[in-house]
T-cell receptor, first 115, second 111 residues
Framework: EAGVVQSPRYKIIEKKQPVAFWCNPI?????LYWYLQNLGQGPELLIR????????DSQLPKDRFSAERLKGVDSTLKIQPAELGDSAVYLC?????????????FGPGTRLTVL | KQEVTQIPAALSVPEGENLVLNCSFT??????LQWFRQDPGKGLTSLLL?????REQTSGRLNASLDKSSGRSTLYIAASQPGDSATYLC??????????FGKGTRLSVIA
């Protein structure tokens, strides 16, 4: 069974440029998460989807961040414009929900560097 | 608000030693607790998941225990190896909610 797929793995951009990250969850997982991980810290939630609905986006900086999950499968996280402080690792995770004990499976992450 | 604390922040041990990593959480109403491993520049690999009704889980040289009432979990690593060097993260969940992570323990096993 394929795991959570993320692309790109690495991205270097200049500040004020836009950037987008893509996530393909494990097949059949209805719940999808985007987490932000700063250096030396644990991941923190940005947004959670149940199918195509964003059910928790309270931590998403909506002035510059946006996300979508079309058809309840793949998801895209966008930053426009990027700032220096956005340099971090962006992790995507998916979960089968109650049937799987709410276990979350993580992708390899996208490491963003904003210059 | 749930808070997760991991002690120590960093640990260096010689190869072959047994070691314990600690995790504590403020709200005992958790659904499960997971221990993850993270190698530099990599994503998270789930090591062990303990349901709230369980006391411990074992996988190979790893053993995780959970004392829900006191808000504590430990990860025991037996006969440590240089390949165990990584950051170990503890995270808790309350039902269908985001994981709340600690900051991790950075482990170095010296050959």
């Amino acid at each position: 069974e394929a795991g959570v797929v993320q692309s790109p793995r690495y991205k270097i951009i200049e500040k004020k440029q836009p950037v987008a990250f893509w996530c393909n969850p494990i097949s059949g997982h209805n719940t999808l998460y985007w987490y932000l991980q700063n250096l030396g810290q644990g991941p923190e939630l940005l947004i959670r989807y149940e199918n195509e609905e964003a059910v928790d986006d309270s931590q998403l900086p909506k002035d510059r961040f946006s996300a979508e999950r079309l058809k309840g499968v793949d998801s895209t996280l966008k930053i426009q414009p990027a700032e220096l402080g956005d340099s971090a690792v962006y992790l995507c995770a998916s979960s089968p929900g109650l049937a799987g004990g709410y276990t979350q499976y993580f992708g390899p992450g996208t490491r963003l560097t904003v210059l | 608000k749930q808070e997760v604390t991991q002690i120590p922040a960093a640990l260096s041990v010689p190869e072959g030693e047994n070691l314990v990593l600690n995790c504590s959480f403020t709200d005992s109403a958790i659904y499960n607790l997971q221990w993850f491993r993270q190698d530099p520049g990599k994503g998270l690999t789930s090591l062990l998941l303990i349901q709230s009704s369980q006391r411990e889980q074992t996988s190979g040289r790893l053993n995780a225990s959970l004392d829900k009432s006191s808000g504590r979990s430990t990860l025991y690593i037996a006969a440590s190896q240089p390949g165990d060097s990584a950051t170990y993260l503890c995270a808790v969940i309350t039902g269908n909610t985001p994981l709340v992570f600690g900051k991790g323990t950075r482990l170095s096993v010296i050959a």
